[in-house]
């Protein structure tokens, strides 16, 4: 399947009020050679007033701004026709999935467009981020980083880029970045293909479900750039919003009947949380058990261990319910 690597530059940072100012996609085949692509800029709305630290970060000039003959009308409209044209495809973008394609959609929607072209007529949509946080989690000597004072890995794009010898690039401007993504894909895709395979083997939420229901599987969270690996066994959905409601296969289930109701509560509502929550509509990469092997946690932890845990969950109803 051939992919589509977009990305966006903007007045600011609400998804909602906030305006798209800078287009740009690269259209390339299923080996990343490009074929195509687009770079627009239009003017401002009347009535949208700009960031200056936006403007200040993108450096499009406000000359440009005010007396760009394209409106973002003409904008939206032209980036949905040459997506039409590409498709169908694999949209990707540098930590889109969060913003680019949440004011995409509202773009789309507020000009009379289908905010979810990039997941009908058989376009799927994924996030190079996860792909790199998992990339850099499980091989830092290939996808290299820079440490914060923290000890957290540095995931901007432009740094993680600049690090890992992608220079050619004007970072900050949408056609820059998003040929930066695109270096930084063929990077994994040449060196890490396992982890390039599977960050798009599961982009359908109809596939995340059957795979996920038939055996445990690994997912990688971060929260405030620290990464962490949870090995997790599926038991229900959210009521409310369909996320997948996972066990943590680091925890012993069997202790879990045992309890009293009180402690059992207790338990459901400590931190770390042993019911780990899954977004299946925000393209996760979940990763096979045998990535056990890479963490330290196998040691404590190993696969036979994860799967008979697994066992007792999924023969056990009373557990689940």
Not at 17 to 22: E, F, H
Not at 110 to 135: E, G, W
Request: hydrophobic share 40%; glycine share 2%; net charge positive.
């Amino acid at each position: 399947m051939n992919y589509i690597f977009y990305d966006l530059e903007t007045t600011g940072r609400s998804t909602h009020w906030d305006q798209i100012i800078q287009i740009a996609a690269i259209y390339t085949d299923s080996n990343l050679n490009i074929i195509d692509q687009i770079n627009e800029t239009c003017r401002l709305r009347s009535y949208c007033l700009p960031n200056p630290e936006a403007l200040l970060v993108n450096k499009i000039s406000i000359e440009k701004l005010t007396k760009s003959n394209l409106s973002l009308y003409q904008l939206v409209n032209n980036i949905e026709k040459v997506f039409q044209q590409w498709s169908p495809a694999i949209f990707i973008g540098y930590n889109s999935i969060s913003y680019d394609e949440e004011i995409l959609r509202n773009s789309f929607f507020s000009n009379l467009i289908d905010p979810y072209l990039t997941i009908r007529n058989k376009n799927l949509r994924a996030d190079l981020i996860n792909t790199v946080r998992a990339s850099n989690f499980l091989h830092p000597e290939v996808v290299k980083s820079k440490i914060s004072q923290k000890g957290h890995p540095i995931l901007k794009l432009e740094q993680i880029a600049e690090v890992n010898g992608i220079s050619n690039f004007t970072a900050h401007d949408a056609l820059g970045d998003t040929s930066a993504t695109i270096e930084l894909s063929k990077l994994i895709k040449r060196k890490l293909p396992k982890i390039w395979e599977a960050s798009l083997s599961n982009l359908k939420k109809e596939e995340i479900e059957k795979n996920i229901k038939s055996e445990p599987f690994c997912h990688l969270e971060t929260y405030f750039g620290k990464t962490k690996a949870y090995f997790l066994s599926f038991l229900d959905y959210h009521p409310l919003y369909r996320w997948a409601l996972c066990f943590d296969l680091s925890r012993d289930p069997n202790k879990l009947l045992e309890m009293e109701e009180r402690n059992f509560n207790l338990l459901l509502d400590a931190t770390p949380k042993i019911i780990r929550s899954v977004k299946l509509n925000k393209s996760p990469l979940i990763l096979p058990l045998d990535y056990a092997k890479k963490f330290a946690i196998n040691n404590d932890f190993p696969i036979n261990l994860l799967l008979s845990r697994h066992k007792f969950i999924s023969e056990n109803k009373k557990l689940k319910n």
